[in-house]
């Protein structure tokens, strides 16, 4: 503060803060509950309605996606001048990529959601008169069957990555100029999307829950979670071998104050190992079994674990990214 | 008629760390009392006795040729001008701060005012079109800053360049900066 040059302040301020963090972590949750939700639609008999899994994916994707697109807006120096972006294009910019992505993904869910709750909507008499005249929108789209399921999905993966690749093309920061930074945000959003599905459903749609789906997802996040384990691993010892500042910021990033911290204890531990305990201590009996109860309390503490380590690796990649450079 | 190309030629060896630049580009650009455009660190004692050395780093942006904070931008706000100075659009701005940590000089600074990014642009709009030098470039009491056309082989930054080695900011990040420095000639190696 006392150098002759005067206040340095902003060269040492982290530029996209807790609000980014956040958003980053709700894009990769909202696309991660439909990938669920889409995933749970092609292997079920949906004559007998939709499973809970696939409400509680809806119920998450549409509020989530929302209230980061809320926090994006709120986020910029001029809020009320967010309009522009939808008028001004750079197709050489991540983020007006996103911008686009963003527009027909949010509207598109919209519509989804609406599918899948048709009926409630429909026979409400509190919403039914707003919702009837759009019903021929809504059937149309659910006509479509699986080729509006494929949109959503395609859509969805490129939510979750582009949100990698918004940082990754940051040349100035060592940290998040990795190629796998992309993979390793769609791998986790898909995480913490099933995490939150599962609980979702076991908490409010219980009742219309199919086991085997529950199961089936179960078990597809217990891949995943080794998976974003390995990716990790090959960041880290790309960082490395790439030498240089990518080098000195690796090894800062891992060692030093609160962020490498919050890397150990938070991501790789509570987020990582903690859930790939409680599924071999606890929920890989009840996989396995064919009569054993819903295991609601060991279900949300394995859900709570997860989405804690999502959210924390988005703080970590984001502010750690920024702060060592 | 080629395009001008303007560039800035800074002699760390000539330069005092005066601040008189800083000052000179807060006064002639307005810039809010708790950012900076332009600072001239002083880094050192460096190196071993008796062979020490005082480094002079001029924070600024360096006015890249292939500028990271101009494709990035989503609205095109953040522009390289005909003159290869690397502008900002106030009116597209929207603040998102992209730009910002986008530049691997920490040249751009969201204004605390008006909420856009903000940043040196050698002075264009107010002293660079009327035939002026950039504020810092006149103030220099050492005359450690050149400024000039770097398409111009004639003009004094050309010449001077010719001269004498010199060195880009972060040369191996491609950027190609237009400001270039002549490095320090005193001390160790270290």
Known sequence: MDQIWGNTTQYTEIVWGWQIAVYLFLAGLSAGALISAILVKWRSNLSAGYDGIMKAGAVIALPAISLGLALLVFDLGKPFSFWLLMFHFNLKSVMSIGVILLSVYSGLMTVFAAVIFKKEFAENSLTAWAFRPFLFIIEWFEGLGKWFDWVMVVLAIGIAAYTGFLLSALVAKPLLNVPVLPLLFLISGISSGIAGSIAVSVIFFKQSVQESNLKYLLSFDTKLIPTELFILFVMFIGLFNMGGQYAIVGQQALTIGIWAKVFWAGIVGIGLLGPLLVITLSLHQYEESDHAPIPVGALLVNSGLVLTGVILLRFYMLYAGQTFI | ?190
């Open chain 2, 1 to 190: 008629m080629g395009n001008k190309r303007y560039g800035m030629l800074y002699d760390s060896n000539a330069c005092i760390g005066c601040q008189a630049c800083s000052i000179a580009c807060r006064a002639e650009n307005k810039v809010h009392d708790d950012v900076h455009r332009l600072q001239v660190r002083i880094e050192g004692p460096k190196g071993e006795f008796p062979n020490l050395r005082m480094d002079f780093h001029r924070q600024s942006c360096v006015m890249c040729d292939n500028a990271p904070c101009v494709p990035v931008c989503p609205t095109g706000a953040s522009y390289t001008n005909e003159e290869g100075i690397n502008m900002v659009d106030e009116k597209k701005c929207v603040g998102c701060g992209y730009c910002i940590t986008a530049c691997p000089y920490q040249a751009r600074y969201l204004d605390p005012k008006t909420g856009t990014a903000d940043k040196c642009t050698f002075c264009y709009e107010n002293r660079i079109k009327p035939g002026e030098k950039p504020a810092c470039v006149s103030i220099c009491p050492t005359n450690a800053l050149i400024f000039g056309d770097l398409n111009d082989p004639n003009s004094g930054i050309c010449q001077a360049i010719k001269k004498q080695a010199t060195i880009k900011y972060k040369e191996l990040l491609h950027t190609n900066p237009k400001l270039i420095v002549i490095p320090n000639r005193h001390g160790g190696e270290k």
